[in-house]
């Protein structure tokens, strides 16, 4: 072995998140214990997610719930421990006043009404992936409320608007498991180490590439895109894009995150809003989109300033790479003239 190289070997690990919130702390005034205390909230109750993830095919926890959610979308089994898990977390922390859950379809008031927070959650994304060893989610969204402490909190607390989020980030239960993380300087990634019971920095500052070469959309639903996409798609073809698609929004847009790229949820004629939901899909990911360097779009509009009308309100999304977003809206732009 080289000089030096046996040090590399057995360099420490580095910062963990819980050290990481800490020193982050001090770079906003407002936060003070309570919004690291409900980061951490969040941190603990992936873990026991990730955990139960882990051991789904050894267990009778995989598979249909035999309910549905408010969607009307087949519960599984993880679906409904991972909400548990979360809002039991969040609860108990004392920092929230109301959770936003796809799960539920009313605004959960957690009862601690002296919380300063709000938090919008999609406590497992993906979850259908579960059965055949696919990667999942969770994403999550903050907000400090508006109304006054003190008082039930109410859906006016919620419905902001995207450019309101103190942070955002998500959950990655991969080949390995991730917490991708922005409170609006930057975004940073961690990578928990499952026999330390940690989450470490492993990815500072990430930055999303300008431009790249991978698409991510479910291409069969091709005949009932509006034009502009499928013109879009058709430039893809043409620049030999990679098409990447798992299914899973985290997953998807984790891998173009790194690598560059752009994935979409377009409207269509089977569903004119679009699949994914504004307030715990499409906003924490365009939060961490923005601050990554990427951009964000419902077609024309920036996401972050849809203000959404009601709870589980959804939109098409365009989100990834600046440059190749731009060329979505630059079709969509077009589209009006070829009326
Ligand atoms: P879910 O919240 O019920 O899991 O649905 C959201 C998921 C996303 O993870 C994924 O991008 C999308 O649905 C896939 O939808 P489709 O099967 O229509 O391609
Ligand atoms: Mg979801």
């Known amino acids: ?25 001090s770079n906003f005034p407002f936060a003070k214990g309570e919004f690291s205390q409900l980061l951490r909230d969040i941190a603990i109750a992936s873990k026991i997610v990730n955990r139960e993830i882990n051991r789904a095919g050894l267990t009778n926890i995989s598979g249909s719930y035999g309910t549905q959610n408010g969607h009307g979308e087949d519960q599984q089994k993880l679906d409904v421990v991972a909400n548990v898990r979360f809002i039991r977390a969040l609860k108990n922390g004392g920092e ?29 994304d993906g979850s259908s992936n579960i059965d055949v060893n696919v990667a999942v989610g969770t ?18 607390d919620i419905l902001q608007g995207g450019t309101k989020q103190v942070a955002a980030g998500y959950i990655l239960y991969g080949s390995s498991t991730m917490m ?3 409170s ?3 975004v940073d990634g961690f990578t928990y180490e499952p026999s330390l ?9 990430m930055r999303m590439p300008k431009k790249g070469k991978i698409y991510s959309i479910n291409e069969s639903g091709f ?29 998807d847009f984790h891998r173009n995150l790194l690598k560059g790229g752009i994935f979409m949820y377009p409207q269509s004629t089977k569903n004119p809003e679009g699949k994914l939901r504004l307030l715990y899909e499409c906003f924490p990911l365009a939060f961490i989109v923005e601050q990554a360097g990427g951009m964000a779009i419902d077609g024309e509009q920036r996401i972050l300033e849809v203000i959404p009308t009601k709870l589980h309100k959804r ?25």
């Open 139 to 156: 994403i999550f969204s903050i907000y400090r409320r508006v109304t006054p402490t003190g008082t039930p909190p109410t859906s006016e």
């Open 180 to 182: 991708v993380l922005t």
């Open 315 to 339: 939109s098409p999304l365009h989100i990834g790479s600046a440059d190749m977003v731009k060329t979505v809206k630059k079709h969509f732009l077009l589209d009006h003239v070829r009326v």
């Open 197 to 205: 019971g940690e989450y470490y920095l492993s990815h500072p500052n």
């Open 1 to 25: 072995m080289k000089d030096g190289q046996f040090d590399q070997l057995i360099l420490p690990i580095g910062t963990t998140l819980d050290r990481f919130i800490n020193t982050q702390q």
């Open 184 to 186: 609006g300087a930057g």
């Open 96 to 124: 929230v006043c109301a959770i936003a859950s796809e799960e539920d379809e009313e605004l959960i008031d957690t009862g601690n009404h002296n919380g300063k927070y709000v938090v919008a959650i999609d406590p497992l």
């Open 223 to 251: 005949a009932q895109f509006p034009q502009a996409i499928k013109e879009y798609l058709r430039y893809c073809h043409e620049e030999n894009y990679s098409a990447r698609y798992i299914g899973s929004f985290v997953a």
